[in-house]
């Protein structure tokens, strides 16, 4: 059986709460009940993570490759734009990582048009809304290496 980490980053657990015109109503729960439920259809262990802290992203991150996961899909929030630390240990891990964004980053604030993780993963989503991370999963389940 496959893994996939499912790993959100800053102010994602306040989905459902924070600028719904944006973000929609579903929470974070039911999101990852969602993205768990698709993945057992296919076969695939869906195991959660979310924090807001750098750090902690970096650490799940590097503990991905030592567990042997398949492949990861993250929303980074707003550290896709500055963390450098978070783009150096995706480049670090063999891991292949899809950056999925709910909405589109690109026609946003000026700020969130860059992405210091994207040339470090295997690809980005945005603009989707939350069948973005739907379609990460489907990648990384018919991901030819």
């Known amino acids: 059986m496959k893994k996939v980490l ?11 709460k924070r600028e719904p015109h944006i973000y929609g109503y579903t929470t974070l729960d039911e999101l990852e009940e969602r993205v768990i439920a698709r993945g057992k259809k296919a076969d695939i262990e869906v195991i959660t993570f979310c924090s807001n802290f750098e750090g902690e992203l970096v650490d799940r991150l590097h ?3 030592d567990e042997g996961i398949d492949g990861i899909i993250f929303n980074p929030g707003a550290f896709t734009h500055y ?24 026609a946003r604030e000026a700020f969130r048009h860059h992405s210091v993780i994207a040339p470090h993963a295997a690809g980005q989503l945005c603009g989707f809304g939350l069948y973005g ?10 991901r030819e290496v």
């Open 63 to 65: 503990l991905a490759e």
């Open 6 to 16: 499912l790993m959100n980053g800053v102010n994602l657990n306040r989905l459902g």
């Open 133 to 142: 991370y739907e379609m990460a999963l489907d990648y990384l389940m018919n």
């Open 83 to 106: 963390s450098h630390a978070i783009g150096d240990a995706v480049a670090s891990i063999t891991v292949p990582v899809v950056e999925v964004h709910i909405s589109n980053i690109h």
